[in-house]
């Protein structure tokens, strides 16, 4: 069993930065591919950035160049560094464990979640 718990969003000013973090019990995060999602109010569950087993990373276009995704092996812990936040980023966010499939964007091809963690970006 895999649980993940999620910390560190709140709010902040447009131009600003936050520091997610998701602390991932059960087993051993480096063997895991995860990723960051985010749902804002009346929208669909979107697709943040992923960081496979192997250590690449990838990132949706909206926040590409803003935000860097990485792992803590040692601490067992994914993070998600933002800055240049944006009012659009308000959303809550998500951290998953890939549990299979042939792509890393869908929603649908990750099999644990943590609760969530709110970003409200004013502006």
């Known amino acids: 069993q895999v649980q993940l718990v999620e910390s560190g969003g709140g709010l902040v000013q447009a131009g600003g930065s936050l520091r997610l973090s998701c602390a991932c019990s059960?087993?051993?995060?480096?063997?895991?591919?995860m990723a960051w999602f985010r749902q804002a109010p009346g929208k669909e569950r979107e697709f943040v950035a992923a960081?496979?087993?192997?250590?690449?990373?990838y990132y949706a276009d909206s926040v590409q160049g803003r935000f860097t995704i990485s792992k803590d092996n040692a601490k067992n812990t994914m993070s998600l560094q933002m800055n240049s936040l944006k009012p659009e980023d308000t959303a809550v966010y998500y951290c998953?464990?890939?549990?299979?499939?042939?792509?890393?964007?869908?929603?649908?091809?990750?099999?644990?979640w943590g609760q969530g963690t709110q970003v409200t970006v004013s502006s």
């Open positions: 998953a464990k890939f549990g299979g499939g042939a792509s890393y964007y869908s929603a649908n091809n990750y099999d644990y």
């Open positions: 059960g087993r051993t995060i480096s063997s895991y591919s």
């Open positions: 960081i496979p087993w192997s250590g690449s990373t």
